[in-house]
């Protein structure tokens, strides 16, 4: 696989500028606005529609997704983005699909997205490789959205490496008990919680806000939702839309008309 020859200005922000950094994909992804999203590679249900939610506005706003690949969030944020709109940092060589059950998602975002990898062909995944991919995770978005974590988790490396490069912390509000990290970061005033979707999409891009709540609620309604999530995710537009003439329900679901 080639290696990435020029310098790569978020990386600066590293501990150390990597020896060697391979790719295979689509390198303009490197110049567009990007936005890093970890989190539990077991996700509550919660956490995994918000994710869905946030990640597609952002694809749809211009803006690139950076993440590892791994099973849970990270697989959630590629797909919900589509692969032509993501780059995943692979902790292995760019030849091996790891984790091997999201082989056929790696193999789309090597077609239409970007795998940017330190290590050689064939070098297999370690526990210390973990932790330089997710340095790179980080380093490359403009700021980093844990969507989930609880104490212990190998996210807590990631937000470390995000503190100690100066990097805007954001979470998802979580009940008192779930996701304790994400919890205790909002205590310690170390995070800011995203509330609002749509208002947070556009203090990224505000001069999209119109498109972006357009094409935003079009789209989740396209997908068929069930009544009970379509009212959680948009309360008061599924009010609208539906005495608007706009959605139909049947059978506890949401159709697009």
Known sequence: MPLIESKIKELSSMKSYPKNLSYSGDLELLNRKKVSIIGSRKPSKYSRNLTQRITKQLANAGICIVSGGAMGIDAIAHISATPKNTICVLPCG????YPSINKNLLTEIQKDGLLISQFEDSFKATPWSFVVRNELVVALGDILIVAEADLNSG????????????????????????SKATNELLKNAEAEAIYDVDEFVNSLVPNSKEKIKGDSFSEYCKTNPTYEDALKNYPNKIFEAELGGKIEIKNGKIFFI
């Open 94 to 97: 760019l030849n091996i699909k």
């Open 155 to 178: 996210s807590l490396r990631s937000i470390e490496f995000a503190k100690k490069m100066g990097k805007r912390i954001f979470v998802f509000p979580h009940q008192i008990d779930d």
